[in-house]
Each structure stands twice: as C-alpha cells, then as structure tokens.
C-alpha cells in the first residue's frame, strides 16, 4: 500500500501537469503550408549605347510563401471555416481583436516567409491572451515587412460592462520597438553642417576615381560612371544603408502608455457588427535619448489601433460588407480592408 501511494505521489504532479498541457492546447490546431504563383510578367526593355540599341529581358522570380503555426481562437458567429484546411493564405480580421469570442487563453504563433514581386520579406504575428469577465491581459509580438513595423506589446486592463454587447477596458501597456523616429541623415547633416551626401559616403568606404570619372562602392565594384548616376541611383542606396546601419546599433527603446479600449460585438443571420478599437493617449517620459518622447519632444501623441467587421443581408438576394484594421504607432501607419457587395440570383 505504501508503495502505491508513493507512486501515486510521484507521478500526480506529471499528471498535473500533462492535464493543463492538455487543456491550453485542447481545440488548437498546428499547420504549415507553402503557397506559389507566378509574379510579374517578363518584360522587353531597351536602352542606347552611343548608337547601338541593346535589348534586354526583366524578369521578377516567382511569387511563394511559406508559412508554419498554430492557433486556438474561437471563431465569432459571423467568421466561417472557408477551407478544409488551413493552408497559411486566411486572413480573419476577427483575430486582431482585443477580446476574443470566449474567456480563457486563446493564442495564435504564426511565421510567414514570403517573396513578392522580387522582395523577400519575414511576416510574423504571436499572441497569448487572457480575458475574464472582470480582466484582460495579453502579450504580442508583430513584425509586418510590408510595413516595415516590429515591436513586442504587453497591456493589463480593467474590463467595464462585459456582459453587454459594449464593453469597455482600460489599463496600461509597456511596447518595445527600434527608436521610432529617429533619423540618422538629419543628426549626420547636423553633426557635419552639411547636406553634400559624397562625403558620407566616402565616409562609408566609396571611393571616387576621377580621372576616370568612375564611382565605386566598398567591395571594389564600378557602380557608377557618371555623376547623374551617382546622384540619382547610387546615393540614395548609401543613405539607405546608412539610415538602416545607425538604427540597428541603437537598443531597444521602451514605451510605457496608458490605454484605452472598447469592444461592440452583436450578430444576427441578417446583420452583425464587431468593432473595437485601442487608444494610447499619454504616454510615461522615459529618460532615454532616442525614446521616441525625446525624439517629437513630447509625452502626448495618439497612437491607436480600430477594426471594424460588418455584414448586412439586405435581402434575400442582395448583401453587403465591410471589413478592415488600421493601425497608427508612432507615426507609422498599417491596414487592411476589404469591402464589396454580393447578390445571389435565384
């Protein structure tokens, strides 16, 4: 007997602890997916050297994506599963809301890789979150390279009214992000009382020779041959580098805000509104130089993020819709929208 019972008392806390694995993780679903199409068109293009005519093809290599995650949020009455399966290309405004269709956790950790028209760029979305009838808290993580936005986001926040179809919430949000705001010409213009670009770019290992009037980079290669080349293609790649390189030697920068949100959710089989917005209106002074308080030089600006997804079936035949997301952090701005009318002939 004794026995038994020390082994019941050794393996409860395994069993524990693979119920509650069981449980978070109950419902979710893990894929991964990878989707490609053809891009652009190759195209003719012509040019003149003296008075030869030289001819050349533009081809942008082929569009894909590949994306791998998992997800468990509930789906609002008015979102249907479109596809057997997920296959990376869904995009459910609904999952950018702040409370989500049930209480609990609900999380989503998605990576997407994707090349477009030539570019090659990283799409990530991860968020836990927890919402009671009385709190919400959530962490986030986004990086868009559309947008060219990153940044980590953790809030805390009171709920009011989350019985109704209107619910309110407020609190506090602690973001960390690259120094937003911060602009590495303007400081070097100001640090050098000049505006003459060459010398930052010698400054960055150009050399120029001029006997033969060629221009060339670094590595050694010829990048241009004339001035209005340099001027006009190669300089703003240097100044482009340039920006890029300050930014990523700089910390991560903090960003310490009051928030405040709300949520209208109502849904029928004619008609259904969900919308929900964040407002950061002030924001804690943090005593660093490239916060990006010291940067606009104040501690109120409105940073904000609303979505919207609305259906109407006006009649039998005829339904109209509207969807999107707008985000604004610090002065950077991303969304998403779609809009459309369907009728149905019978």
């Known amino acids: 007997m004794r026995l038994v019972t020390t082994l019941l008392l050794i393996a409860l806390p395994f069993m524990v602890s693979a119920q509650v694995f069981e449980n978070f993780f ?5 894929y991964a997916a990878a989707n490609g199409n053809n891009s652009l068109a190759t195209t003719e293009a012509y040019s003149i050297d003296g008075n030869t005519v030289q001819y050349d093809l533009l081809e ?35 999952d950018d809301a702040t409370i ?26 991860h968020f836990l979150r927890y919402v009671s009838k009385r709190w919400l808290s959530k962490v986030e993580y986004l990086e868009d390279g559309f947008a060219d936005v990153k940044y980590v986001e953790g809030s805390q926040r009171f709920r009011i009214n989350s019985q109704g179809k209107l619910s309110f919430n407020i609190g506090i949000a602690q973001r960390i992000s690259e120094a937003y705001g911060y ?17 930052l770019a010698l400054q960055e290992g150009y050399t120029v020779n001029f006997a033969t ?43 310490h805000s009051a928030v405040l ?40 600006w409105l940073d904000l993020s609303v979505g919207v997804v609305s259906g109407w079936r006006i009649t039998r035949s005829l339904g109209v819709f509207l969807e999107g997301t707008y985000n604004r952090y610090w002065n950077r701005s991303w969304h998403n929208f779609s809009a459309g009318v369907n009728y149905v002939i019978y």
């Open 26 to 30: 109950k419902y979710s679903t893990l």
């Open 60 to 94: 942008t290599p082929f569009d894909y994506s590949f994306t791998v995650g998992i997800r468990k949020i509930a789906r609002f009455g008015y979102e249907n599963r479109a596809n057997a399966f997920y296959d990376g290309t869904e995009k459910t405004y609904g």
């Open 100 to 125: 989500g269709k049930r209480q609990g956790f609900e999380f989503l950790s998605e990576i997407d890789y994707r090349r477009q028209q030539g570019r090659a760029l990283v799409n990530q979305h």
């Open 183 to 199: 602009d590495p010409i303007g400081e070097w213009v100001q640090a050098n009382n000049s505006v003459h670009y060459t010398t």
């Open 213 to 255: 009037l060629e221009f060339i980079n670094p590595a050694g290669d010829v990048v241009a041959n004339s001035v209005d080349v340099w001027r006009e293609v190669v300089i703003p790649e240097v100044l482009s580098d340039y920006a890029l390189k300050q930014r990523a030697a700089l910390q991560a920068q903090w960003c």
């Open 261 to 300: 949100g709300y949520d209208y959710y109502y849904n029928s089989k004619e008609m259904w509104l969900h919308t929900w917005g964040n407002f950061y209106p002030y924001h804690l002074n943090v005593n660093n130089e490239y916060s990006y308080n010291n940067l606009i030089g104040k501690d109120t």
